[in-house]
């Protein structure tokens, strides 16, 4: 009933930056928090950022600094902007929602979360 479709990975030199966008779609009623992950090669995967409803955030001590987690709450989106990219950061990056359902009858449902298919960030050195 809802679909996350991610955009915006890519190649990238070291130091470089990459923003990603991440938008949500269906039959969504509200979302509450949204988020990335990331899982490398070999890794478990890991919360990059997160950002309430109500626009507070967490980042990954790893990405404090360097990454910005934003949202369009009109637009049912979340970004990442990220900077000063290193080798270690290379990963596929999948973001998520909390999403509130609505359902045919006029009724919601939830929070479920749900994922997108994620997106390659290869950063070189």
């Known amino acids: 009933q809802v679909q996350l479709v991610e955009s915006g990975g890519g190649l990238v030199q070291a130091g470089g930056s990459l923003r990603l966008a991440c938008v949500a779609s269906?039959?969504?009623?509200?979302?509450?928090?949204m988020g990335w992950y990331r899982q490398a090669p070999g890794k478990q995967r890991e919360s990059v950022a997160t950002?309430?409803?109500?626009?507070?955030?967490n980042y990954a001590n790893s990405v404090k600094g360097r990454f910005t987690i934003s949202r369009d709450n009109d637009k049912n989106t979340v970004y990442l902007q990220m900077n000063s990219l290193t080798p270690e950061d290379t990963a596929a990056y999948y973001c998520?929602?909390?999403?509130?359902?609505?359902?045919?009858?006029?009724?919601?449902?939830?929070?479920?979360?749900?994922w997108g298919q994620g997106t390659q960030v290869t950063v070189s050195s």
């Open positions: 998520y929602a909390e999403v509130r359902v609505q359902t045919g009858l006029g009724g919601t449902y939830g929070p479920v979360a749900y």
């Open positions: 950002i309430q409803s109500g626009f507070s955030t």
């Open positions: 269906g039959r969504i009623f509200s979302i509450n928090a």
